[in-house]
């Protein structure tokens, strides 16, 4: 049982070492049980021990410093069995808060979320697009402020940032290499953060970021392999296999959104040719959308130019001639590529995400009905594809994901700190 539960929770935390040490397994296990209420949400110690295979003893031994240091208090009486009801605990939600900052073309949204994944509140700021990254490091630095202010809490409950961003990140330095959308190059996005915040900061890719989540929170518990694809301003992926994402030798593994699928096709802002996102991504639709409506006067009716994919998908739904070959042609671009990520990855499921397939779901389904109908010699490609959690899928909650995973890990192997994020009133 409790290895089921490792695995389930093994997107980040392995397996403890065939011999190890007591000291070693209280650590373990002490994270084994912090996962769990962070995924699971709100427990009793009954559930604890039954989810993890620990006993009692040990589940009440290891959870006892935490409910003294408030990290975990009681959220009510368990309402089920007979005899005494036991208490659910549950993360402190005025302390140990991480700040989810979701970074878009044109906007920032920065949210307060504890580390079960809940929203205790959120705000969100426009901006011009091709805004100078320290500008918008300022205009989510201002909204993580007005939260604080909002809710009465201080920046010492604040245990981390977490940022989500599009573009070639590497999450160990916490570089955004290229983000061709935004016009950023080789910027210490990370550093910037720590230095406006004062509190630790870790940047991810958006699409690996919601797989996380995902894995923790949504459609990707107790699922070992899939793949979470992010379509928005460009293409991108978080590769979850056998539990663990897949980051590569330079850490930006997932950009399958630059495979080249047409050498014939349009120039992509990496430079090179025909890659899948300059055909299915959001600008790449409306670009064509624009672009069949010229010299087409009669056909257009609620579509213009500057048409929003809201827009193109009322007007598929109602059957007007330019937006379904509009649809059509993206979902056979957006079948090529999910055809090699299903050949490189194998996954369970491909879970889509984004702006692209929440606005204009009819190319999901289009998709859909393109794969359900392919079969080669060597395998079919009848592989799922589901849309994102209502929940797991927003930006900030997958933001946030990185940092509360990482805090719980350093409070399980490092012990409670001192100067712990624990507010007194």
Partial sequence: MKEVIRRRVGIEYGAPPLKAGKEELRRRNTLLLLALVQSDGPSSQADLARRSGLSPATVSGILQPLIESRILIEEGKSTSGLGRRAS????????????????????????????????????????????EPNEVVTLAAEGLALLEKRNSLDRSSIAGAGVAIPGLINSATGVVQVASNLGWMNVQLRDLFEQRLGVSARVEHLGRAKARAEAIWGKGKNHRNFVCLEIGSGIGAGVVVHGRILRGAGGIGGEVGHMPIDPAGPTCACGFKGCWEVFCSGPAIRRNLARRLEGADDSRGALSPIATLGDLEAAYQQGNAIAVEVVEEAADYL???????????????????????????????????????????????????????????????????????????????????????????
């Avoid at 900052?101 to 091709?130: K, N």
Wanted: charged content about 20%.
């Fill in 335 to 425: 079948v090529r590529g999910l055809v090699g990520v299903i050949w490189s990855f194998d996954p369970e499921f491909v879970l889509l995400t984004g702006p692209v397939v929440n606005q204009c779901p009819s190319l999901v389904e289009a998709a859909k009905r393109r794969m359900g109908a392919m079969q080669g010699n060597a395998r079919s490609f009848d592989v799922p594809l589901i849309l994102e959690s209502h929940h797991a899928g927003t930006g900030v909650v997958a933001a946030s994901a990185a940092i509360a995973t990482r805090y719980l890990e350093e409070l399980a192997f490092n012990g409670i700190p001192k100067q712990n994020h624990v507010l007194t009133a």
């Fill in 88 to 131: 659910i605990l549950a993360f402190n939600s005025r302390a140990n808060l991480t700040a989810g900052i979701s970074i878009d073309l044109e906007e920032v949204e920065v949210a307060l979320v504890d580390l079960s994944g809940r929203v205790l509140d959120q705000t969100a700021t426009r901006y011009p697009r091709y805004t």
